[in-house]
Structures are given as C-alpha cells and as structure tokens.
C-alpha cells in the first residue's frame, strides 16, 4: 500500500490533517432508466426514475433520521476532529452546499481515521476506520434507503447487521442444524475481510440493483477515500473500512453471493457478518464441501480463505460466535467457550486490579456494567457453575481492594469496628501483615456478600438468576 503526504485544500481541517485524492466516477452507470424501492409489503419496485433513490437518500425526513441516529450513538471524531455536539451547527451552515455538492457529484469524502484494536492474538488488531460525523451521516443516510431493498434479497440464514435479527439468533439455528444431525462443521475463516474486499468487484454486485449512477459514484467515492493512520494518508484501492455506517451492508451485499451459491448446493450454513459456519452430516461431507466451495470464494468473489483457521471439525470442538457446544442428553446445548471465559476473567481482573485508580463509587459502576452487557450476550448458555465460581474469587478480588484501600493499621482498625466486630478480633485482623489476596480471606465475616452487594456491587450469578434465567 502506497502512502504519500498532501496537503488538504477542502473542508477545514486540523493541523495534524490529512487529505485524500478525490476517487474515480462511476460513470458507465449513469443514464440507466429505472431504479429500485420497497413497497409498503416488502415488494420490490421497478418503475421509478433513475435518479429518484438518491433523492429519497438526500430526503429531509431521511436526512434529519440520520442525524439522529447519528447522535444517539456518539462515537469518536474522525480526521476533523469534530464531534457530533458540533454537527448539528455545521449542517445548518453548509447543508444547502453539501446537498448541492453530492447532487452534482462533486462531494469528496474525507478519509477514515485509523484505529488499531488489540485482538487476543498477541500483535494482531482489529482496524477500524472512523468517518467523520458529517460522512456518518451521509453513510447513515444511504444505509437508512439502501437496506429496505436489499432485506428481501438476503438469505435467512444471515443473521448479522440485520433488523430484528442478531448473534442468538444465529446460535439458536447453529443448534437447531445440529439437533437435526448436522453436527459436521466447516468452520470457514475469511482472512482479513473487510480489508481485502475487491471493490470493483462490489461495485459490480451492487449495479444489479442500483440504477442510480450518482448513488453508485458516491458508495465508490467512500470506498477510495482513503485512510489517515499517524498523520499520513494511504490509499485504499480495496476492502471496506469497517466503523461506518454503511460497512455492515456492504459487508452482506458482498457475502450474499455467497449465500446465494450455498442455498443453491443445497448447504445447511449459518452467517453473522464474515463468521460463516457450514454443517453437514459427515465429516467427509464436510471435507468435500470446503474443498468445492473454495474455488468459489477465492475465484468469483475475490476473497482470501483462511487456510490455517479454517477447518473442518464436529460442533463440539467448535467456537462461534463466543460460544462453544457440547451434547446433553442427545440434544445440543450452549456453553461458554473457554477462550471466551478466559477474555471474561481477564476484563474482570483489569476492572478489579488494585493499582488501577478508581474511586470506591466508579468501580462498581464500571463492574455493573460489563456484568450485564456479559451476562445478556451469554445468557443461552449453560453457566450456573461457571458463575459461582466465577462470583467466589471476584468478591475476593473485592475484599483485596477495600484491605488494599485501608493501608494503616489505624485505618483498618477504625474501619473493622464499624462491623461490630469484637475487639479482640478488631485488633487482630488490624495487625495483619497478610498481603491483600491472603487478608481477603480473613475478611469473609466482615465484608459479608451482602455487604459487598450493599456496597453497589453486583455478581454474575444474582444477575443472570433475575433476568436471564429460563
């Protein structure tokens, strides 16, 4: 990937900004004389104007939804540095040109700003490129028209960036399969997809049903428009960067081709964004399935597989998704993957490390946070054992904090007799030379589990009995 230095001359940027090429028009798309909407029953309509989507896209009541959901969902400032507490004030300044500058074809997006993600692999990173406030909303508007078309296209067994379906939705059809006896799985793994999407090949995929040449040129402007990562802007000829609103749906447009030749092989499959798991009912079946769908991905659609993580292997030595699987009673069943476990204990473990300086009223905030979002996300699997334990040394992690917190004998004596504890025993546990893991132990009659919940905080365990549970 090239990378050159330029010096901006649109929009006002930062000092520390840089800016991109403008990317190449679409213009053999243009002049095409019908395009495509969503009737009030989900029908597809063929009958209007070319240039009517991008209409509806720049439409006042789309616009002003975007916006919204823009705002609603926050989000960092992208090379502009401007956040969304200041869009609003801008695009009532400069929205008849903005309007008039995508009308025209002559809006230059900016580039994405570069974020690097540590993933578990030790040295890989998740990397993300942050728009603008101003082209979210512009993405966010394109995705609010774009996605009621293309719903009825999309296979059902897509279960990722859609409406009124989700990841447990994806897990429960995985089990379904599974029950039915397709326990064989192809566990495809798509290497680095969102940054190795053939554009042109997208761009293509999207023309079936996009007849407006002016939408088209905007999407591929997005596509090109670049990335600024440490001050320096790099080019970007493929892949869809993935932090904007729209990637998501380019994403599915891109893997419903795949979808469509897994339907049409007869495939029992199930799909969240790129995670593709494909279930047969041998592990030969299996094998010959990745070997002739190869071909496919890597050849039509201009992907990479994985070959180290790709694999074929029974459901119960699989991960997807966070879960993992295992057989009860002749039913398939949910658990919590171990890899999954491990990244929990270790959330749990930087919340609760006591060098970390967060007040006693934060702390439980942050904790209470990340137990519910935890706890929802793997409510379907089977964790009452796994969250007891899980709850025993968390409310030990708990008492080592507050012993850590009362340094001075003097402290910790003035803060145990506020137990009722007797004396002897104050002077005692005050005296201990214990470090703050051991001393936790001692501290179970004082800093009881009610106490502890008293506090503010709250365990796995409580909270998946009063809302999860089954």
Request: aromatic share 10%; glycine share 6%.
């Amino acid at each position: 990937m090239k990378t050159t230095k330029q010096t901006y001359t649109g929009r006002k940027l930062h000092q520390e900004d840089c800016p991109q090429k403008a990317a190449a028009e679409q213009r053999g798309y243009a002049g095409v004389p019908v395009s495509v909407r969503i009737a009030e029953h989900n029908d597809i309509i063929t009958d209007l104007p070319a240039d009517s989507l991008l209409k509806r896209i720049l439409s006042r009541d789309n616009l002003n939804g975007a916006y919204k959901k823009v705002k609603s969902n926050r989000g960092a400032g992208g090379v502009d540095k401007m956040s969304v507490d200041e869009l609003l004030p801008y695009l009532r300044e400069h929205r008849v040109d903005l309007l008039q500058q995508i009308r025209d074809g002559h809006y230059k997006p900016n580039p994405v700003r570069r974020v690097e993600i540590p993933k578990e692999e030790k040295g890989k990173f998740w990397k993300l490129g942050i728009p603008t406030a101003v082209d979210r909303v512009i993405q966010q508007a394109i995705a609010q028209v774009l996605t009621p078309i293309y719903e009825p296209q999309f296979s059902d067994s897509n279960f990722g960036f859609r409406p009124r379906r989700g990841a447990h939705d994806a897990l429960k059809q995985c089990r379904k399969y599974a029950n039915e006896g397709y326990v064989y799985v192809v566990d495809m793994d798509l290497e680095k997809f969102f940054d190795t999407v053939c554009q042109s090949k997208l761009i293509e995929v999207l023309s079936r049903t996009i007849k407006d040449g002016r939408v088209l040129s905007l999407i591929h402007k997005y596509l090109n428009a670049g990335i600024i990562r440490q001050g320096v802007f790099e080019r970007s000829q493929q892949g869809v960067p993935q932090g904007g609103p729209l990637s998501p749906l380019l994403s599915n447009i891109m893997l419903n081709e795949l979808d469509k030749e897994l339907e049409k092989r007869g495939h029992k499959f199930v799909r969240y964004a790129d995670d593709c798991m494909i279930l047969c009912k041998s592990k030969r079946s299996a094998e010959r399935t990745l070997t002739h769908i190869i071909p496919f991905i890597e050849g039509k659609l201009f992907l990479k597989v994985n070959r180290e993580k790709t694999s074929v292997a029974h459901i119960s030595r699989v991960k997807y998704l966070g879960y993992g699987f295992y057989r009860y009673k002749g039913e398939c069943r949910f658990k919590v993957h171990k890899k999954s476990q491990k990244k929990m204990m270790n959330r749990l473990r930087e919340i609760t490390q006591r060098s970390k300086a967060i007040s006693k009223e934060e702390r439980p905030r942050i904790l209470k946070r990340f137990i519910k979002g935890w706890v929802n996300y793997f409510k379907l699997a089977d964790m009452k054992g796994l969250l007891r334990t899980v709850d025993e040394w968390l409310r030990r992690k708990i008492r080592a904090i507050y012993w850590k917190q009362w340094k001075k004998v003097k402290t910790r004596y003035r803060m145990i007799r506020q137990y009722n504890v007797p004396e002897w025993k104050v002077h005692e546990l005050a005296n201990c030379r214990k470090g703050p893991w051991r001393a936790a132990l001692m501290l179970n009659s004082i800093l009881t589990n009610k106490e502890i919940a008293r506090q503010g905080y709250i365990t796995l365990s409580s909270y998946y009995e009063q809302n999860c549970e089954n």
